[in-house]
């Protein structure tokens, strides 16, 4: 059998609102597909939907995408259809990662007192251990910890749990940073993880589509978007689902505009074409960071009216612009730069063999009124210039954001080998 054109095998697992289908085609991989489907609570409330399906692909393909280009590491591979997607093939982890900025809905229940709209910060993470007869019962860390809960041929450590921990957050951070860029407040967000066989990596699996999360446009619950609207129906009837429908409508068409392209810039101003390879440097640093980054050759000392008049192009094209200035010996540029905009500069001296520390001075020692930076690396510069644009760019701070967890995990799972090895020992 086929699907979207993808050859698929077994069923691994049917659930309420997808059908998981091994891939012929791709071994490691299955076929996620959606049904026109909607339920609440745990399955008591379940109705059809046309067009559900369709609505649900094309949100939960747009939210991987971004996560992805952030460098979350998840199990989505693409979307191959209007209602199919195709993932690695993951044991899942029966668990449920709840994450709250504001506090309502069932937390307000299980914690009196507690005012709706209380602001977690950090987000509040709850888990919830996934078993609708017992109407997924919350679990404390040490619950988590102490189930031993064996997925696949492994058991789920502590480890384990700090790196979906982590990653929950990040996550919820990253969509509601995505969400906020078009003036709709992230609430709360529920995902899942899954381990993959081969790699034994911890993935993020699963969907994440208008039933994941609540989503209040303009910070305002009375116009909420999500699948809270369907659980608060009093009587379900045609009209009422199909405001249900609009409002999924609504959220499918906004995600497409979650990952605008970038825009905003670096620009590299280099005294001179011998400091191309340092400034190449540069230049690889901030495409990692997802800024493009654009090269100019200009001496403040030699050629000032032209770096005054590349200066002007720049700030006149109106793209938010970080200018790093490269200039060896005694940095001119920079300062230069810096007393005629108000964008900022960063000063990035390439060091060579024949340089004393004095002449740093040049880059630290300012005029009065001069407000630029020093940064002696390439990359660090480069991620200097990211943090500055990662404050309006929402791309690039979920770059900088992912970059971080997966540091920290990189180090979690090399501490983690090394007891193992320990234990060998
Ligand atoms: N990459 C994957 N590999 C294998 N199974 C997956 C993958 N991603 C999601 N699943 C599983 O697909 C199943 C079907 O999804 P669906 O959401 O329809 O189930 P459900 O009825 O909501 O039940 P559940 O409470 O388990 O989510 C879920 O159990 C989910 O864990
Ligand atoms: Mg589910």
């Not at 077994?10 to 059908?19: A, L």
């Not at 309502?104 to 609708?132: A, H, I, M």
């Not at 400034?279 to 770096?307: D, F, M």
């Amino acid at each position: 059998m086929k699907i979207d054109g993808e050859g698929v095998g077994d069923i691994v697992i049917e659930g309420k609102t997808k059908i998981v289908y091994r891939s012929a085609d791709h071994p490691g991989y299955v076929v996620l597909q959606s049904k026109d489907r909607i339920t609440a609570g745990d399955g008591a409330r379940a109705h059809d939907m046309a067009g559900k399906a369709e609505i649900s692909t094309a949100t939960t393909t747009a939210i991987f995408d971004l996560l992805k280009q952030a460098g979350i590491k998840t199990h989505f591979e693409k979307c191959i259809g209007k209602t199919s997607m195709l993932a690695k093939y993951c044991d899942m982890i029966p668990l449920e990662w709840v994450t709250r900025r504001i506090a309502t809905g069932s937390f307000l229940k299980r914690n009196p007192g507690v005012t709706e709209g209380y602001r977690f910060c950090p987000p509040k993470l709850e888990t919830f251990f996934k078993d609708d007869e017992n109407h997924d019962p919350q679990w404390s860390y040490e619950q988590c910890v102490e189930a031993k809960i064996k997925v696949g041929n492994r058991v789920i450590s502590q480890d384990d749990l700090d790196i979906m921990s982590r990653t929950t957050v990040t996550v919820f951070e990253i969509l509601e940073k995505a969400w906020s860029s078009l003036d709709c407040s992230l609430i709360d967000m529920k995902i899942e993880f899954g381990v993959d066989p081969q790699t034994g990596e911890i993935l993020l699996a699963d969907v994440i589509d208008s039933d994941s999360w609540r989503l209040w446009p303009s910070g305002d619950k009375r116009l909420m978007k999500d699948k809270q609207v369907y659980r608060d129906l009093k009587n379900v009837d045609g009209e009422s689902l199909n405001t249900v429908k609009r409002n999924f409508e609504w959220v499918a068409e906004r995600v497409k505009f979650l990952s605008p392209k970038p825009s905003s810039r670096v620009v590299v101003f280099m005294g001179s074409p011998t400091d191309g390879e340092h400034c190449a440097n540069i230049k690889k640093a901030c495409i990692k960071y997802g800024v493009p980054c654009e090269l100019r050759v200009s001496s403040a000392h030699k050629g000032s009216e032209e770096t005054l008049s590349i200066l002007a192009k720049y700030e006149g094209a109106g793209v938010p612009t970080v200018f790093i200035a490269v200039a060896g010996r005694s940095n001119g540029l920079g300062p230069v730069l810096s007393g005629n905009t108000s964008w900022p500069v960063i000063n990035c001296p390439p060091i060579g063999g024949d340089w004393g520390s004095h002449d740093i001075w040049s880059s630290l020692r300012l005029p009065s009124g001069l407000g630029c930076t020093t940064v002696t690396s390439p990359d660090g510069a480069a991620l200097a210039a990211a943090q500055i644009l990662g404050l309006q760019d929402h791309v690039i701070w979920a770059k900088l954001r992912t970059k971080q967890l997966n540091t920290w995990i990189g180090l979690k799972v090399a501490d983690q080998k090394q007891r193992e090895e320990m234990c060998v020992d």
